[in-house]
């Protein structure tokens, strides 16, 4: 659920295009309530807030509450630029997880990247934060340019104590994230609208987060149930199936992977030399 365009970052990267400048969109908090109940009711067990920068709507604790009050696991995935006392105490919730995205262990090169005064230092003393706290937590690094510290980022996240391993991923080409190729399946990982779908802040509906160009409904105008049994997300279901399927050596995706989405490259998806990895060889674990 992308509850905000709102951020205080400007990441060169980022697929929402999200800034300082975006708004909470059309979509209310009575919106997202319901949203919310309708997943609970359709057997969902995990729903995630984004954004933007999900921390800048004002909402979020009572959204939060509501998941866990339907028996939903939460994740917010956050900039961790800033948390506030109260937003601690939610995040402290059982039930509750945290997830963010780091770049290089170069405070320069970090917020060349994010384009946010001090936004190395802060992330990276929201994460030590998060851990104290015994917050599950799970922190993914983004190779989004050349020469970026890619390897001594993950180093220096296990050195805060970020359990288990930490993926990277690579740079989409959507919304601000656009290169030398322009938004396709290409920049899509496999498993899109397999038990995932994302929400935007005016309601739109997409097979995930990354697919943006690919609306299959509105939350605002249909319910959630009708949208993901509908003929567009049967049609895109069945389209985006084929596409994967043409793709050389291209295997299914691995659930657990990836740091910005859920799920993300790895391996099966992108075999060694394929894919947006190109000459990089492949993805994590064999994109160093």
């Known amino acids: 659920m992308e509850i905000t365009g709102k951020c205080q970052l400007r990441c ?5 295009g999200s800034g300082p400048t975006g708004t909470d969109g059309a979509m209310t908090a009575e919106d997202w309530l319901s949203v919310i109940d309708q997943a609970a009711g ?18 979020l604790p009572r959204l939060v509450e509501h998941a866990l009050g339907r028996g939903v696991e939460v994740e917010v995935f956050s900039n961790l630029v800033h948390v506030s006392p109260a937003l601690w105490d939610v995040f402290e919730r059982p039930g509750v997880r945290l997830a963010t995205s780091y770049y290089t262990d170069n405070a320069a090169q970090h917020e060349a990247i994010t384009q946010g005064r001090d936004s190395y230092a802060r992330t990276t003393a929201n994460i030590a934060e998060a851990l104290r ?8 690094v983004i190779d989004v340019e050349d020469g970026q510290r890619v390897a001594e980022a993950r180093r220096a996240l296990v050195d805060l104590g970020v359990l288990g391993e930490v993926r990277v991923d690579h740079l989409r080409q959507v919304g601000r994230g656009v290169r030398e190729q322009t938004p396709s399946v ?4 496999g498993n899109c ?8 802040p005016t309601g739109d509906v997409w097979p995930c987060v ?6 299959v409904g509105n939350v605002r105008q249909e319910a959630l149930a009708e949208i993901i049994t509908g003929p567009r997300m049967v049609e895109t279901t069945a389209a985006l199936s084929a596409s994967f399927v043409s793709r050389p050596n291209m295997g299914p995706c691995d659930p657990r992977c990836g ?14 030399g394929a894919g947006p990895c190109g000459p990089k060889g492949g993805c994590q674990p064999n994109y160093d």
């Open 193 to 200: 609208t397999h038990g995932t779908v994302a929400i935007s």
């Open 133 to 140: 706290r015994s917050i599950p937590l799970r922190v993914g």
């Open 12 to 16: 060169a990267h980022c697929y929402a």
């Open 186 to 189: 290409d920049q899509l990982c």
């Open 259 to 272: 740091p910005n989405c859920s799920p993300a490259c790895n391996p099966s998806c992108w075999p060694t």
């Open 210 to 215: 990354f697919s943006r160009w690919l609306p």
């Open 42 to 59: 359709l057997g969902t067990t995990m729903v995630q807030f984004i954004g933007g920068e999900p921390t800048l709507n004002r909402d």
